[in-house]
C-alpha cells in the first residue's frame, strides 16, 4: 500500500512539475504554490527510507552537523538563486523539523507494533542524492513563490495549493501536521491558512 501511495505522489508530482511553470504574482494565479507543495510533499515521503535506514543501523534521527551543513549550503545556493537567505534557512529548518516529526511518529510506530523487516534503502547512495535533487528544485520554487510571501491572502493560498494537492494525489492524512509545519515559513506573517 505504501508503495502505491508513493508512486501516485511521484506520478502527480511528475506531472505538475512537466506543466510550464510561471512565475507567481499577486493575481492569484497559484501554480508556483502548487509546485512547493508538491516538492514538499516528495520530501516528506522520504523520511520513511530516512527513518527506516536509521532504525535498522541504531542511529540516532536527528543529525545536528549534517543539518548544520544543509542549511548553509542552502543559504548559499539560495542567495545566487535571488531567493532571501534568511527565507531560505527558515524554509528549510521547516523541511528539517518537519522531516524529523515523520521519522519520529515512524520510529514510535515501530516500537510499538511490527518495525519493517525488508532492507531499508540505502541512506548515502539511494536516499540523499533524491533529497539533494529536491533541495535544488525546493530552492528553485521558492524563487518563483516569493513575490507572493508578503500578500494578505498567501496562508489562505497556500491552504488552497495543499487543499489541491490532497485532490490530486493520495494524500497521507496522517502527515498533515507535518505538512502545515514544512509550510509554515512560506508566508511572512507564517502559518498556513484553514489547512486541517
Not at 113 to 125: E, G, K, M, V, Y
Not at 150 to 160: E, G, L, N
Not at 187 to 195: A, I, L, N, R, T
Request: aromatic share 4%.
Amino acid at each position: 500500500m505504501t508503495l502505491l501511495i508513493r508512486a501516485s505522489v511521484r506520478c502527480a508530482a511528475a506531472l505538475l512539475l512537466a506543466l510550464p511553470i510561471a512565475s507567481a504574482h499577486a493575481d492569484g494565479d497559484d501554480t508556483a504554490l502548487t509546485n512547493l507543495v508538491a516538492l514538499v510533499s516528495q520530501r516528506l515521503a522520504l523520511a520513511e527510507p530516512v527513518a527506516h535506514w536509521k532504525w535498522q543501523h541504531h542511529k540516532p534521527i536527528t543529525d545536528t552537523p549534517r543539518e548544520n551543513a544543509l542549511l548553509a549550503d542552502v543559504e548559499k545556493r539560495a542567495k545566487s538563486a535571488g531567493v532571501d537567505p534568511a527565507f531560505a534557512h527558515d524554509f528549510f529548518r521547516d523541511q528539517i523539523d518537519a522531516s524529523t516529526q515523520v521519522q519520529k511518529s515512524l520510529l514510535e510506530t515501530w516500537r510499538s507494533s511490527q518495525a519493517p523487516t525488508d532492507p531499508a534503502p540505502d541512506l548515502a547512495t539511494a536516499t540523499r542524492p533524491q533529497l539533494d535533487r529536491l533541495t535544488g528544485q525546493l530552492i528553485g520554487a521558492l524563487a518563483r513563490v516569493q513575490p507572493l510571501r508578503a500578500t494578505a491572502d498567501c496562508p489562505a493560498r497556500v491552504a488552497r495549493a495543499v487543499s489541491g494537492w490532497k485532490e490530486l494525489t493520495r494524500y497521507d492524512s496522517a502527515r498533515a501536521n507535518a505538512m502545515n509545519q514544512a509550510l509554515g515559513h512560506v508566508c511572512e506573517s507564517g502559518g498556513v491558512g484553514g489547512v486541517a
